[in-house]
């Protein structure tokens, strides 16, 4: 802003007029001011440049309002924010009936398992009683009573019952 003037010019300051001798030359408006007066002047521009910059901003926020306006009521951002309720509604409706179908085959699952288990417990009951019986039907009972286990394993096994 400011540059040292020749004495030997004895340029007059801008401000003082035909009283002070200047020493500084504002570069931005080529006057020339003594010591008191390049401080006001100083100070004038720092004001103006306040001045602007309080200007551009309450342009540029005058600007953001106009553009959150514009953009919340253009009927695309409507229509998408409308697609995008009616999309987190669509998924949680197919996760709450996934989780329910779990459920279902979580309980079947439990229920067959309760059924062959209490099959099996009755079927050993009985073999117990009737150990002193043939061979033959201990054998047969035998082999009804490995089957059922092994189904009750792959029931559990698959299913992964908690």
Request: charge should be positive; glycine fraction near 4%; hydrophobic fraction near 35%.
């Amino acid at each position: 802003m400011a540059s040292s003037s020749s004495s030997s010019s004895k340029a007059l300051c801008a401000t003082c007029v035909n009283k002070g001798v200047g020493i500084f030359k504002c570069e931005g408006c080529a006057q020339v001011f003594c010591r008191k007066h390049v401080i006001e002047h100083r100070d004038i521009l720092s004001h103006q440049l306040d001045e602007i910059v309080l200007e551009y901003d309450i342009l540029q926020q005058t600007i953001g309002e106009y553009k959150d306006k514009q953009n919340h009521g253009h009927p695309l951002i409507k229509q998408i924010d409308k697609w995008e309720r009616d999309s987190i509604e669509k998924i949680q409706k197919t996760a709450d009936e996934a989780r329910q179908q779990v459920n279902d085959l979580t309980n079947s699952q439990k229920g067959k398992l309760k059924r062959n288990k209490l099959f099996l417990v009755i079927n050993i009951h009985i073999i117990k009683k009737r150990r002193q019986r043939s061979c033959m039907i201990l054998l047969n009972n035998y082999e009804r009573l490995v089957k059922t286990m092994i189904m009750l394993k792959q029931i559990f096994e698959h299913g992964q019952l908690s």
